[in-house]
């Protein structure tokens, strides 16, 4: 199992009125992979000692680059194509 060497490009993407996020990460094994998620909030449930707490997680999104779908390099918006209508 390959595991991430380091991510090559984070985008914002927009297509029609849909925004994602679309990483490009190069594992070790020099494989080229890409994740695709909408939501960029999270709310996680934290175990204290007293229950549990609600906590709110965000991706890092300060290197990512805001383009839309036509920008993105032609590899990636074919594997999207299969991915997002």
Do not use: C, Q
Request: positive net charge; proline residues 2%.
């Amino acid at each position: 199992m390959s595991s991430v060497r380091e991510v090559e490009g984070v985008y914002i993407v927009r297509k029609g009125n849909d925004k994602f996020i679309v990483e490009v990460i190069r594992t070790s094994k020099g494989n080229v992979a890409i994740s695709v998620y909408k939501n960029v909030r999270h709310v996680l449930l934290k175990k204290t000692d007293k229950g549990y707490e609600k906590e709110d997680w965000e991706h890092k999104l300060d290197k990512a680059k805001e383009v839309s779908y036509e920008e993105l390099p032609v590899e990636i918006r074919k594997v999207l194509a299969k991915l997002i209508p």
